[in-house]
Protein backbone atom coordinates (compact mmCIF):
# COMPACT_ATOMS: atom_id res chain seq x y z
CA UNK A 1 0.00 0.00 0.00
CA UNK A 2 0.81 3.42 -0.65
CA UNK A 3 1.92 6.05 1.90
CA UNK A 4 -0.36 8.31 2.77
CA UNK A 5 1.69 11.09 2.47
CA UNK A 6 3.08 10.34 -1.31
CA UNK A 7 -0.75 9.88 -2.55
CA UNK A 8 -1.55 13.23 -0.54
CA UNK A 9 1.51 15.40 -1.31
CA UNK A 10 4.48 16.33 -2.79
CA UNK A 11 5.48 15.20 -6.77
CA UNK A 12 3.29 11.84 -6.45
CA UNK A 13 -0.14 14.24 -5.43
CA UNK A 14 1.17 17.16 -7.95
CA UNK A 15 1.31 14.73 -10.87
CA UNK A 16 -1.63 12.48 -10.56
CA UNK A 17 -4.23 12.97 -7.60
CA UNK A 18 -4.21 17.04 -7.96
CA UNK A 19 -4.86 16.43 -11.70
CA UNK A 20 -7.74 14.41 -11.50
CA UNK A 21 -8.82 16.80 -9.30
CA UNK A 22 -8.28 19.83 -11.17
CA UNK A 23 -10.20 18.29 -13.61
CA UNK A 24 -13.92 17.60 -11.86
CA UNK A 25 -13.37 21.19 -10.15
CA UNK A 26 -13.04 22.77 -13.62
CA UNK A 27 -15.64 21.13 -15.03
CA UNK A 28 -18.21 21.52 -12.34
CA UNK A 29 -17.22 25.38 -11.81
CA UNK A 30 -17.50 25.69 -15.52
CA UNK A 31 -21.10 24.92 -15.72
CA UNK A 32 -22.19 26.40 -12.31
CA UNK A 33 -20.62 29.55 -13.22
CA UNK A 34 -21.74 29.56 -16.65
CA UNK A 35 -25.06 32.33 -16.24
CA UNK A 36 -22.09 34.61 -14.80
CA UNK A 37 -20.09 34.07 -17.72
CA UNK A 38 -23.02 34.95 -20.05
CA UNK A 39 -24.08 37.67 -18.16
CA UNK A 40 -19.90 39.31 -17.74
CA UNK A 41 -19.82 38.94 -21.73
CA UNK A 42 -22.77 40.79 -22.38
CA UNK A 43 -21.41 43.58 -20.16
CA UNK A 44 -18.50 43.89 -21.90
CA UNK A 45 -19.67 44.16 -25.38
CA UNK A 46 -22.14 46.47 -24.10
CA UNK A 47 -19.86 48.72 -22.43
CA UNK A 48 -16.86 48.81 -25.39
CA UNK A 49 -15.86 47.74 -28.73
CA UNK A 50 -13.39 44.58 -28.69
CA UNK A 51 -12.86 41.15 -27.58
CA UNK A 52 -14.52 39.06 -24.49
CA UNK A 53 -11.35 37.81 -23.47
CA UNK A 54 -8.29 40.05 -22.50
CA UNK A 55 -5.02 40.65 -25.10
CA UNK A 56 -2.87 40.10 -23.03
CA UNK A 57 0.72 38.63 -23.42
CA UNK A 58 1.92 34.80 -22.63
CA UNK A 59 2.42 34.16 -19.10
CA UNK A 60 5.02 31.85 -17.41
CA UNK A 61 3.68 28.29 -16.61
CA UNK A 62 5.43 25.11 -15.30
CA UNK A 63 8.98 24.77 -16.29
CA UNK A 64 8.96 28.65 -17.72
CA UNK A 65 6.78 27.59 -20.52
CA UNK A 66 4.47 30.30 -22.11
CA UNK A 67 0.98 29.94 -22.19
CA UNK A 68 -2.20 32.31 -22.87
CA UNK A 69 -4.22 32.92 -19.89
CA UNK A 70 -8.37 33.24 -20.49
CA UNK A 71 -9.18 36.66 -18.75
CA UNK A 72 -12.62 38.41 -19.82
CA UNK A 73 -11.05 41.87 -20.91
CA UNK A 74 -11.49 44.46 -17.50
CA UNK A 75 -9.23 47.24 -19.79
CA UNK A 76 -9.49 49.39 -22.95
CA UNK A 77 -9.07 47.28 -26.01
CA UNK A 78 -4.59 47.02 -26.28
CA UNK A 79 -4.27 48.52 -22.72
CA UNK A 80 -1.02 46.02 -22.41
CA UNK A 81 1.14 47.69 -25.36
CA UNK A 82 -0.99 51.56 -24.81
CA UNK A 83 0.98 51.24 -20.72
CA UNK A 84 4.01 51.15 -22.57
CA UNK A 85 3.51 53.77 -25.47
CA UNK A 86 1.01 56.19 -24.95
CA UNK A 87 1.94 59.02 -23.23
CA UNK A 88 -1.02 59.65 -21.24
CA UNK A 89 -0.12 56.26 -19.54
CA UNK A 90 2.99 57.55 -18.47
CA UNK A 91 2.75 58.26 -14.94
CA UNK A 92 0.61 54.63 -14.30
CA UNK A 93 3.76 53.11 -16.11
CA UNK A 94 6.34 54.44 -13.96
CA UNK A 95 4.32 53.41 -10.54
CA UNK A 96 4.02 49.67 -11.91
CA UNK A 97 7.70 49.61 -12.48
CA UNK A 98 8.28 51.73 -9.23
CA UNK A 99 6.11 49.59 -6.96
CA UNK A 100 6.48 46.55 -5.04
CA UNK A 101 3.56 44.23 -6.10
CA UNK A 102 3.81 45.18 -9.75
CA UNK A 103 0.17 46.69 -9.53
CA UNK A 104 -1.35 50.05 -10.55
CA UNK A 105 -3.75 51.73 -8.26
CA UNK A 106 -7.02 53.34 -9.66
CA UNK A 107 -5.48 52.14 -12.66
CA UNK A 108 -7.21 54.40 -15.57
CA UNK A 109 -7.08 51.61 -18.03
CA UNK A 110 -9.72 49.76 -16.59
CA UNK A 111 -13.59 49.56 -17.66
CA UNK A 112 -16.55 50.25 -15.32
CA UNK A 113 -17.42 46.61 -15.52
CA UNK A 114 -13.92 45.94 -15.55
CA UNK A 115 -13.68 47.09 -12.22
CA UNK A 116 -16.22 44.87 -10.79
CA UNK A 117 -14.93 42.08 -12.29
CA UNK A 118 -11.34 42.27 -10.95
CA UNK A 119 -12.71 43.50 -7.59
CA UNK A 120 -14.24 39.96 -7.35
CA UNK A 121 -11.99 37.53 -9.35
CA UNK A 122 -14.78 37.21 -11.96
CA UNK A 123 -12.34 38.10 -14.51
CA UNK A 124 -10.07 35.17 -13.89
CA UNK A 125 -13.01 32.73 -13.95
CA UNK A 126 -12.28 31.45 -18.08
CA UNK A 127 -9.11 30.37 -16.61
CA UNK A 128 -10.70 27.06 -15.85
CA UNK A 129 -9.95 26.61 -19.47
CA UNK A 130 -6.23 26.63 -19.34
CA UNK A 131 -7.22 24.24 -16.11
CA UNK A 132 -8.69 21.33 -18.64
CA UNK A 133 -6.02 21.99 -20.71
CA UNK A 134 -3.15 20.90 -18.31
CA UNK A 135 -1.94 24.32 -18.47
CA UNK A 136 -3.10 25.68 -14.99
CA UNK A 137 -4.29 24.12 -11.62
CA UNK A 138 -7.22 25.15 -9.61
CA UNK A 139 -4.72 25.55 -6.49
CA UNK A 140 -0.91 26.75 -7.66
CA UNK A 141 1.15 29.68 -8.17
CA UNK A 142 0.46 32.69 -9.81
CA UNK A 143 0.55 33.04 -13.31
CA UNK A 144 3.49 35.71 -13.67
CA UNK A 145 4.50 37.35 -16.94
CA UNK A 146 8.04 36.86 -18.15
CA UNK A 147 8.70 40.92 -17.84
CA UNK A 148 7.03 40.85 -14.09
CA UNK A 149 9.37 37.92 -13.21
CA UNK A 150 13.02 40.06 -14.94
CA UNK A 151 11.98 43.77 -13.37
CA UNK A 152 10.98 42.20 -9.51
CA UNK A 153 14.05 40.29 -10.00
CA UNK A 154 16.16 43.26 -10.47
CA UNK A 155 14.73 44.67 -7.52
CA UNK A 156 14.23 41.53 -5.59
CA UNK A 157 17.63 39.61 -6.07
CA UNK A 158 17.67 37.30 -3.31
CA UNK A 159 14.10 36.33 -4.63
CA UNK A 160 16.18 34.32 -7.46
CA UNK A 161 16.07 30.55 -6.27
CA UNK A 162 12.39 31.50 -4.95
CA UNK A 163 11.27 32.46 -8.52
CA UNK A 164 13.25 29.19 -9.81
CA UNK A 165 11.07 26.71 -7.11
CA UNK A 166 7.95 28.80 -7.77
CA UNK A 167 7.80 27.82 -12.10
CA UNK A 168 8.98 24.05 -11.06
CA UNK A 169 5.10 23.92 -10.59
CA UNK A 170 1.86 24.95 -12.66
CA UNK A 171 0.60 28.35 -11.76
CA UNK A 172 -3.07 28.12 -10.26
CA UNK A 173 -6.40 30.11 -10.52
CA UNK A 174 -6.05 30.68 -6.75
CA UNK A 175 -3.37 30.24 -3.74
CA UNK A 176 -1.57 30.98 -0.59
CA UNK A 177 -1.00 34.68 -2.36
CA UNK A 178 -4.59 35.15 -3.63
CA UNK A 179 -6.23 34.29 -0.17
CA UNK A 180 -3.56 36.25 1.82
CA UNK A 181 -3.96 39.99 0.74
CA UNK A 182 -3.38 39.86 -3.15
CA UNK A 183 -1.70 43.23 -4.20
CA UNK A 184 -1.53 44.28 -0.70
CA UNK A 185 1.44 42.08 -0.76
CA UNK A 186 4.63 42.97 -2.35
CA UNK A 187 6.29 40.39 -4.55
CA UNK A 188 9.27 39.47 -2.19
CA UNK A 189 6.01 38.58 -0.23
CA UNK A 190 3.96 37.16 -2.83
CA UNK A 191 7.01 35.14 -4.09
CA UNK A 192 7.97 33.47 -0.83
CA UNK A 193 4.18 32.71 -0.53
CA UNK A 194 4.18 30.52 -4.00
CA UNK A 195 7.88 29.11 -3.48
CA UNK A 196 6.56 27.86 -0.07
CA UNK A 197 3.12 26.36 -1.85
CA UNK A 198 5.21 24.30 -4.21
CA UNK A 199 7.38 23.12 -1.40
CA UNK A 200 4.80 22.03 1.01
CA UNK A 201 1.97 21.14 -1.78
CA UNK A 202 -0.94 18.80 -0.55
CA UNK A 203 -4.71 18.18 -0.88
CA UNK A 204 -4.88 19.44 2.70
CA UNK A 205 -3.51 22.86 1.93
CA UNK A 206 -5.62 22.78 -1.61
CA UNK A 207 -8.56 21.83 0.29
CA UNK A 208 -8.17 25.09 3.13
CA UNK A 209 -7.05 27.13 0.30
CA UNK A 210 -10.15 26.76 -2.05
CA UNK A 211 -12.27 27.01 1.26
CA UNK A 212 -10.60 30.62 2.07
CA UNK A 213 -11.04 31.50 -1.66
CA UNK A 214 -14.75 32.37 -2.12
CA UNK A 215 -14.35 34.82 0.89
CA UNK A 216 -11.31 36.40 -0.87
CA UNK A 217 -13.91 37.10 -3.97
CA UNK A 218 -16.41 38.25 -2.37
CA UNK A 219 -14.49 40.71 -0.23
CA UNK A 220 -12.52 41.95 -2.90
CA UNK A 221 -9.91 42.27 -0.61
CA UNK A 222 -6.28 43.87 -1.76
CA UNK A 223 -7.75 43.59 -5.01
CA UNK A 224 -6.99 46.51 -7.64
Keep these: M ?6 FSGKTYNDYLKRFIDIIFATILLIGFSPICIITAILIKLESEGPIFADVPDRAGRG ?17 HLLRTDPK ?18 DPRVTRVGSFIRRHSIDEIPQLINVL ?14 DELETQQTKYP ?12 KPG ?9 R ?13 EYVQTMSLWQDLWIMLQTPWAMISGRGAV
Design 64 to 80: GKLFYPYKFRSMIVNAY
Design 183 to 195: SEVHFDKRIALDA
Design 173 to 181: ITGLWQVSG
Design 133 to 146: KGEMSIVGPRPYYP
Design 2 to 7: TERGTI
Design 158 to 169: ETRPLVKTVLSG
Design 89 to 106: FKKAFEEQQKGGNYKIMN
